[in-house]
């Protein structure tokens, strides 16, 4: 099983939609977890951290299940410069290594 | 805002040679990274670096690899002998004690090409 997995997408929604992406992570141990962003050939960026009782900022809601070991994402009244790729990471090892999903890749339109 | 900053932003050599990519962390941060990301897949781990040592490292980071720390202030992967699978975007990260909970920074990136 991959230690963090995402649906690749691509998600194509039009200017204003609701938009909700999914993430599973495999190590019942991980403490902590974000959601990052990646514009295409540029560096990934935090976009926010995830905490067990939810966090929003803004129009982005982030959810945490550590019972079924699942994270989300949630981005309301989406922006053609949402358009980027949703990273979701967790943080393990005695050494605090980040672990990387694939992405899931969002298309936004007007 | 702080910034960790990486150079050269492009570096094409051929297979074989070496190449030494540079990464200048944010100034007040303890621990560092090399992470990469192969075209069109995800973004790996290489390498931790805290207290002027190898803190972890992944089964990518072999023989070829290594990092150093040589002045306090740049943090440097070096490839002894670059193969062409090691074409890849090459990300440094830092990040301090009190970074964890809220994400480490990372550079723009080197992008290799090994031809």
């Known amino acids: 099983r991959k230690e963090v997995e995402q649906d690749p997408g691509p998600f194509n929604v039009p200017e204003g939609a609701t938009v909700a992406f999914n993430c599973t992570y495999s190590?019942?141990?991980?403490?902590?977890f974000f959601w990052y962003r990646q514009d295409c050939r540029k560096e990934p960026k935090l976009l926010m951290s995830?905490?067990?009782s939810g966090n929003e900022d803004g129009r982005f809601t982030a959810q945490l299940n550590r019972a079924s070991q699942y994270i989300s994402l949630l981005i309301r009244d989406s922006k053609l410069s949402d358009s980027a790729t949703y990273l979701c990471?967790?943080?393990?090892?005695?050494?605090?290594?980040?672990?990387f999903g694939a992405g899931t890749r969002l298309a936004v339109h007007p | 805002e702080p910034e960790v900053t990486q150079t050269p932003s492009h570096q094409v050599t051929q297979m074989g040679q070496e190449v030494i990519l540079r990464c200048v962390p944010i100034?007040?941060?303890?621990?560092f990274y090399w992470y990469r990301q192969i075209l069109g897949q995800k973004v790996e781990f290489l390498v931790s670096?805290?207290?002027?040592?190898?803190?972890?490292k992944s089964e990518i980071f072999d023989d070829q690899f290594s990092v150093e720390r040589p002045d306090g202030s740049n943090f440097t992967l070096k490839i002894r002998s670059t193969k062409l699978e090691d074409s890849a975007m090459y990300f440094c990260?830092?990040?301090?004690?009190?970074?964890?909970?809220?994400?480490?920074?990372f550079g723009s990136g080197t992008r290799l090409t090994v031809v």
């Open positions: 990471v967790v943080l393990s090892g005695g050494y605090n290594k980040l672990i």
């Open positions: 190590n019942s141990a991980s403490q902590s």
């Open positions: 995830v905490y067990s």
């Open positions: 100034s007040n941060h303890l621990y």
């Open positions: 670096f805290y207290n002027n040592e190898i803190s972890e």
């Open positions: 990260a830092s990040v301090d004690e009190q970074g964890y909970s809220g994400g480490y920074t």
